[in-house]
């Protein structure tokens, strides 16, 4: 990984390298600002022993952690899968946080995802394409897609190991390697995700 996960410098370097799809986290801040974010606690990535929900978005700024407005900004003409996290939508409420994400979304450049199935159907409510994250690929995971059909699909690769459902798109994160892209591949799964752009166009 050549730049800190969640960072316009790692929007920007994979817009630049070709990405057509770009996927990135969204936390909230104290202020209610969408932050470029994936743990809640900012200890794993910038050293602070605190939530983003305790810290506003300019203090945020002050330690790195950049807005989601800065992270649309970098797309180009890449679509974006804005993932909403869990964290958020239990300490602010899924249409708080829904509303506030999607002040920033372009509906014609932006999936908004999410584990949280119902912040989805809000954003597809307002014209979103959206996206389920699984947990696993359980028969309750399956009723869930089959029932809300969702446009896109994401799994775990570790979860995939069979030929995946049909009927959505699927993207498959944490590939690491290009053995495991075409195992992948073969199952059905139809975008990759991975924080090793450059190695893996090599």
Not at 39 to 60: I, W, Y
Not at 69 to 77: C, H, N, Q, T
Not at 164 to 192: K, N, Q, T
């Amino acid at each position: 990984m050549e730049h800190r996960e969640n960072s316009v410098a790692a929007i920007r370097s994979a817009v630049e390298l070709g990405a057509r799809f770009v996927e990135f986290d969204v936390q909230m801040s104290s202020d209610m600002v969408p932050v470029l974010m994936h743990d809640a606690c900012l200890l794993r990535t910038v050293g602070k022993d605190r939530d983003s929900f305790d810290t506003s978005a300019q203090g945020l700024k002050a330690l790195g952690v950049e807005p989601l407005s800065e992270g649309i900004a970098a797309l180009g003409d890449a679509t974006a899968f804005v993932e909403i996290k869990r964290d958020s939508v239990t300490k602010f409420g899924a249409r708080a946080v829904v509303d506030r994400v999607c002040q920033h979304c372009p509906p014609d450049q932006c999936v908004i995802i999410s584990f949280d199935y119902d912040a989805t159907l809000l954003a597809r409510a307002k014209g979103y394409r959206i996206g389920f994250v699984l947990p696993d690929m359980g028969k309750r995971s399956r009723a869930s897609c089959d029932v809300h059909k969702p446009e896109y699909v994401f799994v775990d690769q570790k979860h995939v190991t069979g030929p995946v459902w049909p009927g959505f798109l699927w993207v498959s994160y944490e590939v690491a390697d290009r053995a495991m892209a075409a195992r992948l591949i073969g199952y059905g799964v139809d975008l990759l995700e991975t924080m090793r752009v450059r190695q893996m166009l090599q």
